[in-house]
């Protein structure tokens, strides 16, 4: 079946700082895939987005490529805010069954000033 | 714009109490969703729907029923809670062409659900 594996975290840097959190995959065909971030209290919502192979997926200082050859989809940001303090999850949705998200455990970030 | 609404937005629960939680969107999408979410867990997928009038389980649909008489609702219940059931619940909906890549799901702001 479907899975996500996320780095766990929590993960605390300063301002500035540059944020990789690693994110891999095991799934059959060409799953598309997604980064959702969730601010303290609230919902989910979709931060990126990629849905083949090589795609670049970018939104508010973030990024994530899609890299089929390593199953990865790694989400980077070079300098991070206090305002970005949240937890981030990767997910993937196959082609077969497009109604299922099968998500990531979740990251904690926490940015200090 | 108001999306996925979700209510109520917090409950505490005896054992064995019933509720149901309701979900409404107006974006006039086929699917709609129920996820519970558990630390260190992600999110799981309970119940979904992909259209007026059908329900199909997800990944944990044990202690949970769901109904959806309408295009723009969904509704979950619990018939007799269980401290088990503690979690934060999510409800969701996307469009429901099948074979789009990349069709984004969007997200409630989450029931926070207690069970005593």
């Known amino acids: 079946g479907n899975s996500v594996t996320q780095m766990e975290g929590p993960v605390t840097l300063s301002e500035e700082a540059f944020l990789t959190i690693n994110c891999t995959y095991t799934?059959?065909?060409?799953?598309?895939l997604f980064w959702y971030v969730q601010y303290p209290g609230e919902g989910l919502q979709l931060l990126l987005k990629?849905?083949?192979?090589?795609d670049k997926g970018s939104n508010k200082g973030f990024e994530a490529t899609y890299r089929k050859e390593t199953t990865s989809f790694h989400l980077e940001k070079g300098s991070v805010q206090v305002s970005d303090s949240a937890v981030y999850f990767c997910a993937l949705k196959s082609r077969s069954n497009d109604y299922k998200l099968s998500f990531g455990a979740g990251t904690t970030v926490t940015v200090r000033a | 714009n108001a999306g996925v609404t979700q209510t109520p937005k917090f409950r505490v629960l005896k054992t064995g109490q019933s509720m149901t939680l309701l979900c409404a969107q107006d974006m006039n999408h086929e699917y709609m969703y129920w996820y519970r979410q558990d630390p260190g867990m992600g999110l799981r997928l309970i119940h979904y729907?992909?259209?007026?009038?059908?329900?199909a389980k997800g990944e944990v649909p044990d202690g949970y029923n769901v109904s959806r008489l309408k295009k723009q609702n969904f509704l979950l219940g619990l018939e007799s809670a269980a401290p088990s059931q503690t979690s934060v619940y999510f409800c969701?909906?996307?469009?429901?062409?099948?074979?789009?890549?990349?069709?984004?799901?969007?997200f409630g702001e989450g029931s926070w659900l207690t069970v005593v």
């Open positions: 729907s992909v259209g007026e009038g059908t329900t």
């Open positions: 969701a909906s996307s469009y429901g062409t099948t074979g789009i890549p990349g069709n984004t799901i969007y």
């Open positions: 990629a849905t083949k192979a090589d």
């Open positions: 799934a059959t065909g060409y799953p598309s």
